[in-house]
């Protein structure tokens, strides 16, 4: 695959379904026995802290491959809160996967976040593969989980160069990214079945 010949372009409601299959084929079985990362994309355009602006997709062949949504969040601080973004789900169909996609969906959007003037993206991710867009670890910064806890899958990006600075508390991920499992489960029926499996990589067995 030539990975110049994939389109990036804002996801339209047209293409709503598509995303959430490609999301759900994504994840399946990957961190958990299913998934809930279709879900949470279909509710997080509903919340006010969706970004629209930053949910794009990849297409190849005119289908679509891939996707990266992005919502508001903050950083709570002893005596005051801070804007800040997140971005996830990163969906790429598992066939297309490692071939650079979720790459250009990450730079694309990083740069177009930088120039919409936020000061920051906040995530939970693999240390070792987001150092390469320039996350480094949030103790860094002071900033900790919901808990108080300095993790190392907590990474932080200035999108200018001393936006954090003076900046720490706990990183609170709000309410786009809340589940509901009874609801999942009525959601999930929507889809062609799919086995639910549990796997020894898998970080949840619930």
Known sequence: MDITN????????????????VTREAFWNVYKPGCDEHLLIHNMRKTKEFIKDL??????????????VYA?????????????IT??????????????????LIEHTITKS???????VIIYGNPEYYKKFGF??????????????????LMALELYPGSLENINGKFSEGEAYKIDKHELEIFDKNFPYK??????TQIFKE
Do not use: H, W
């Not at 086995?195 to 020894?200: A, I």
């Open 6 to 21: 994939i389109l990036l372009r804002p996801e339209e409601e047209k293409d709503y379904n598509s995303v959430e299959n």
């Open 55 to 68: 949910d794009y997709v990849a297409v190849f062949n005119d289908e679509i491959i891939g996707n990266i």
């Open 72 to 84: 508001q969040t903050k950083i709570i601080g002893i005596n005051t809160e801070y804007d800040v």
């Open 87 to 104: 971005f996830g789900p990163v969906s790429v169909l598992p066939m297309y996967q490692k071939k650079g996609i979720g790459k250009k």
């Open 114 to 120: 930088g120039e919409m003037g936020f000061n920051a």
């Open 136 to 153: 480094i670890n949030s103790g860094e910064y002071t900033i900790t989980d919901r808990e108080g806890n300095y993790v190392d899958a």
């Open 195 to 200: 086995e639910k499996r549990v796997l020894d």
